[in-house]
Each structure stands twice: as C-alpha cells, then as structure tokens.
C-alpha cells in the first residue's frame, strides 16, 4: 500500500473518531429541554386575522392554506387549524400544523396543509388558531372555499391574498 494513502486514510480514521466523541459529549452535556423552551408572552387583547386566508398552493389531493395574524402571544406553542368539508354548513374536518411563535415578532404566518382531498372537487373552510392546550385565539375567518385540480390539470395558484 502507498505511504501516502495510508497515512491519508489514518488521518481521516482520526478526524471521524474527533467529530464522533465531540457530537457524543456534546449529546451528553448539552440540555435539549432547556434550550428549546421558549418563554411564555403576554397575550394579545385582540387577535386578527390581517391578511387572508388565501390558497397558497392546490393539486389533485392536497392544497396549503396560509394567513398572517397579529401575534397571539401567551404560550409559545401554537396550531393553525383548518375546518373544511365539501358543505359550507358541515365543515366536519379538521387539518392542523404546529407552529412556534417569536415574541419579537408583531405577526405570525400560518400554513396549514390539507391531505388526502379528491379532486376536482369544491371545499369549504375557515381558519383559527389556538394554544397546545386548546385553547383558541379567537381570530376565525369567514367561511371561504377552492377547487382541487382534475388528474389531467396542472395545479395552478391563486391570487397571493384574497
């Protein structure tokens, strides 16, 4: 065997043996629960919706529904949640995405994405959000609605707000 590839490949046996122990301890000195909480803000008097809901995305079987609203404060984790059905009077499901909020931001976006819809077909829906607790915000849209595309469509988008 080449001097030279040899001393190369053990070179590079120590440098994998350095970044292993040091991610081991790092792993085992760090506190991943203390680093991740976020401290609880005070909530908003009055949360609203300030732009949309609007479609930011919709294909055959899934469509991403995004709103911003003032930040709704209290606890850092948060759901924007969907309710949506085929009857604007029966809006039965439900879709959910988790967010964290940033107590040094004015507003939060929301992007909450809907699985599983058939297409070409009409969906009705409204929006809100709330804490981890359940707890909503009290910011609900109006009811609004979109179109999945047909298997033979290219999904377009929409108007970026509504």
């Given at each position: ?50 732009q949309g809901p609007a479609i930011e995305m919709t294909k055959e079987f899934l469509t ?71 707890t909503e915000d009290g910011a609900k849209s109006a009811v609004k609605q979109f179109t ?15």
């Open positions: 065997m080449n001097k030279t590839f040899a001393r190369d490949l053990n070179m590079n046996t120590l440098l994998l043996k350095l970044a292993v122990t040091a991610a081991v301890t790092c792993l085992l000195t760090s506190n991943p629960i203390g680093a991740q909480v976020s401290p609880t803000t005070p909530r908003a008097a009055r949360v609203q919706i300030t991403i529904i995004r709103w911003t609203t003032n930040n709704p404060g209290a606890s850092p984790e948060h759901y924007g949640v969907v309710h949506y059905g085929t009857d604007p009077k029966n809006l039965s499901e439900t879709a959910k995405s988790p967010i964290r909020l940033n107590p040094d931001h004015a507003s939060t976006v929301f992007r909450v994405r809907l699985d599983n819809l058939k297409p070409r077909t009409t969906y009705y829906y409204t929006v809100d959000s709330e804490e981890a607790n359940g999945t595309a047909g298997e033979s469509q290219r999904a377009g988008r929409s108007r970026a707000w509504d």
